[in-house]
């Protein structure tokens, strides 16, 4: 098995790439002919211009302390790290606002016959607000709220044996 073939003019054409102006004509002859060659030597040309670009721009500027990169870049880590672990807390804080606004609009839409009382509207809710929050816990309601809270439980539970077994 034969390894990758090199020219054995590689290395002038990259010592000569570093010289500015063109190549002489036997190595431009050279570089028409062979491919490897003249990749080295664009390759080594847009090298030199990058790193004088570079220390173009670096003169121009104040670059940062490399210990200032380094501590931004472990923040940087730390608040990814924070964020993906508090993120299945931050879904249930939206699922349990939902929960409970859902909660609320059911509770109104059960009883607001009672809420709503038949005289005045203000009389009769505060007539018949407390005798419907009597009714809540009387013992049929009472079994409701008991089984809604367990299925609550129960999800909530899901959710968070879900969280565990998926953990990275």
Not at 12 to 31: F, K, N, Q, S, T
Not at 72 to 91: C, G, V
Request: hydrophobic content about 50%; overall charge neutral; some cysteine.
């Amino acid at each position: 098995m034969m390894g990758p073939r090199i020219c054995e003019r590689e290395s002038e054409i990259v010592r000569l790439a570093r010289l500015p102006g063109e190549p002489p004509a036997d190595l431009a002859a050279h570089l028409a002919r062979c491919p490897d060659c003249r990749e080295a030597f664009d390759v080594a040309r847009y090298m030199i211009r990058l790193a004088a670009d570079t220390d173009a721009v670096a003169a121009t500027r104040q670059l940062p302390e490399p210990a200032q990169l380094w501590w931004k870049a472990r923040l940087l880590q730390r608040w990814n790290a924070e964020s993906r672990a508090t993120a299945p807390l931050d879904w249930m804080q939206r699922v349990e606002v939902v929960g409970g606004v859902a909660a609320v609009i059911i509770l109104l839409l059960m009883f607001w016959t009672d809420l709503r009382g038949g005289g005045s509207k203000s009389s009769a809710f505060a007539t018949q607000f407390w005798p419907t929050v009597a009714g809540l816990l009387a013992p049929g309601a009472l079994s409701s709220f008991i089984v809604g809270g367990l299925l609550l439980v129960g999800c909530l539970s899901l959710f968070t044996l879900r969280q565990l077994l998926v953990e990275d």
